[in-house]
């Protein structure tokens, strides 16, 4: 049987990249990186956000500040503007402590989900005789 070709974004296969939009776990990635860092711009957190990436994909800037507004609006994530210094003024975004039982919960979401797609490929590879 013939492999398929390498990704051409990555340059290896199998790749999540063909996958469509299910693997792009934004929310709790940010909403761990404020735990971690405190305070941080979104400009600080889209550096970061592809360490902690639940994708082979690229998390598009657009999508980072999408996410972080809809997590404000639901009181997960607080903001204020930071005018100190030079340049134009940046929003500063921290985690609420709703937001902190909201990554709580996104944990167990994620651990179950750890457990069911173990169990997926561990049946799929049996009854393919891997």
């Excluded at 990704?7 to 990186?33: A, N, Q, W």
């Excluded at 999408?66 to 134009?88: F, I, M, Q």
């Excluded at 797609?117 to 891997?130: H, I, K, Q, S, Y």
Aim: net charge positive; hydrophobic share 40%; proline share 4%.
């Amino acid at each position: 049987m013939a492999r398929k070709p390498d990704c051409p974004r990555h340059g290896k296969y199998p790749c999540t990249c063909g996958m469509g939009h299910l693997y792009r776990f934004v929310e709790p990635v940010i909403l761990l990186l404020l735990k971690q860092k405190g305070d941080a711009h979104g400009y600080e957190l889209a550096g970061d956000i592809a360490e902690y990436a639940l994708t082979d994909n690229r998390i598009e800037t657009a999508a980072l500040y999408r996410t972080l507004r809809a997590l404000e609006n639901n009181g997960y994530v607080v903001s204020k503007w930071d005018v100190a210094g030079s340049g134009p003024a940046r929003r500063v975004y921290r985690l609420s402590s709703a937001g902190v039982e909201h990554l709580n919960e996104w944990l167990a979401i994620l651990e179950q989900m750890s457990k069911s797609m173990t169990a997926f490929v561990r049946r799929a590879r049996a009854d393919m005789g891997v």
